[in-house]
């Protein structure tokens, strides 16, 4: 009989695929000797007999070829697809022996490929003297040895000033010591911020001032800075406006000077009786003390009327929720600080509190009764324990916050621990630990926002008959006997 070519089994991921024949004997024998009863069988078939007798040698006979997985007995041991697994390979056919890089086993199950077992493909390069990438070199990265990025210092600091992350080298298969890195250190005066804090030369004696240049455009000024030998010089700093301050400065950049206060220059007074001096409207300043916008512990103020004195708002949060201080202090650095609490989005706060932003910050620790008293207001602030005040000449109980139950409309608190605000605790008689819905508010200005009086009033005598106010008190000869005149 003729040949009969058989389908060629699926390729493999890199065999191509192989066709194969399996052939009959050519040389033709004697006709094919019956079977024995029942086994039907047409003439010429030279399977074996259904009994299970090998056929016959004069039979038409199998002739072995090498297995291949395709469901058939290629080798005519009497099992289809045994040795028939082949090599397969996913990865690029060039990488295959490269590295690490290995072909695996392809079983043949069902008269089918399985899945590829045991290869092993190019992966990420790693610093371990294997070339895992299979690309002939070992632990290389892209621009040369691989390397990884290293810091020592805070992790928010580095990309921060000088500060900058290093490189470990990889060789031997191993990663060697962080080369590079540069992490803060101590603010020098040297034009750079060695500190990695986001500021350049601060602290620094002598920087930040105010300084003659010639020549500046509206909305520069000369300020004195570090250069990079360490020397104070004067540079021209762009301002960025804002509202106009009485300062003697074009602060909104329009071309004219304190143009908010119209008054200045004035003619103005102080004092009662006697003691009256004149003087004229000047900006506050340090010849001219700026006055705070009021004493002591006040109730209900209207939030229109802290707008309206010169105060932004700078920070607001609620009872609930920790917020950093650092954070708080760095947006509210203007020289008066208001503290203040409302339910959120009243009109009114339920109380308010003002002061010299340094008296009101001043750090008393944790001692249970320590405040420190300022504008008839006992302060008290820490950022590990607690931040808040009461009026002047009650005692506060602190544990960590005010717990102090006398006078309780006029003591506010905040709880702080490890640097920040956290929940709690109390707006006047308002315990209000973890609540949401009462609001936390601080307010800053600055100093140089109004105009004063530069007159300051004569001090004051006794009262005596001579129809002169001599103390100073509206009054005239009060509480005298005097003669008519």
């Not at 089918?112 to 895992?132: F, L, T």
């Not at 490189?167 to 962080?178: K, N, Y």
């Not at 208001?338 to 001692?367: F, H, I, M, S």
Request: aromatic content about 4%; glycine content about 12%.
């Amino acid at each position: 009989m003729p040949p009969v070519t058989r389908p060629s089994k699926p390729a493999s991921r890199s065999t191509p695929p192989r066709p194969r024949t399996r052939a009959c004997a050519s040389t033709p024998g004697p006709p094919a000797t019956p079977g024995p009863p029942g086994d039907a069988r047409p003439p010429g078939d030279a399977r074996p007999p259904s009994d299970g007798r090998p056929p016959s040698p004069d039979s038409e006979a199998c002739q072995p070829e090498p297995e291949v997985c395709d469901g058939a007995d290629q080798d005519c041991d009497g099992v289809a697809d045994e040795d028939a697994a082949e090599p397969c390979y996913d990865g690029p056919p060039e990488t295959v022996g490269i590295g690490a890089c290995r072909q695996g086993v392809s079983a043949c199950v069902d008269g089918e490929p399985s899945v590829c077992e045991g290869a092993i493909v190019p992966g990420a390069e790693r610093c371990d003297g294997i070339d895992e990438d299979c690309d002939g070199a070992l632990d290389e990265g892209a621009d040369g040895p691989l390397s990884e990025a290293c810091y020592g210092g805070p992790e928010a600091t580095v990309g921060v000033g000088v500060c900058v992350a290093g490189a470990r080298v990889c060789a031997g298969g191993e990663l060697g010591p962080c080369v590079g890195e540069i992490r803060p250190q101590v603010e020098r005066c040297d034009g750079a911020d060695d500190d990695c804090d986001g500021a350049v030369d601060e602290g620094i004696e002598g920087t930040g001032e105010v300084c003659e240049l010639e020549g500046l455009a509206a909305c520069h000024q000369g300020q004195t800075r570090c250069d990079a030998e360490g020397a104070l010089v004067c540079v021209d700093v762009e301002l960025e406006p804002q509202a106009e301050w009485c300062n003697n400065f074009d602060d909104d950049c329009d071309g004219a000077v304190d143009e908010a206060f119209p008054d200045l220059g004035e003619v103005c007074a102080a004092g009662e009786g006697v003691c009256r001096r004149e003087g004229v409207i000047a900006c506050a300043d340090a010849e001219n003390p700026f006055v705070l916008a009021f004493e002591g512990v006040r109730q209900n103020m209207p939030v229109e009327h802290v707008l309206d004195a010169g105060f932004e708002l700078c920070w607001s949060g609620p009872y609930n929720g920790a917020h950093p201080v650092a954070n708080i202090l760095a947006g509210c650095n203007e020289g008066e600080l208001l503290l203040g609490c409302r339910p959120n989005n009243a009109a009114n706060l339920t109380l308010a509190a003002t002061g010299e932003r340094a008296e009101v910050l001043t750090d008393v620790g944790n001692a249970r009764d320590g405040v420190h008293n300022h504008n008839a207001v006992n302060w008290y602030f820490s950022d590990s324990f607690s931040w808040g005040f009461a009026a002047a000449g009650i005692r506060v109980t602190r544990n960590s916050c005010d717990t102090n139950r006398v006078q309780s409309e006029l003591r506010m608190c905040w709880h702080t621990d490890n640097g920040s605000i956290t929940n709690g605790f109390r707006c006047g008689n308002n315990f209000l630990n973890g609540n949401g819905e009462w609001e936390r508010m601080v307010f800053h200005r600055r100093p140089g926002i109004a105009s004063v009086c530069s007159a300051e009033p004569g001090e004051p005598g006794n009262e005596v008959c001579n129809a002169l106010d001599d103390d100073c008190d509206g009054q005239v000869d009060e509480g005298l006997e005097c003669p008519e005149r």
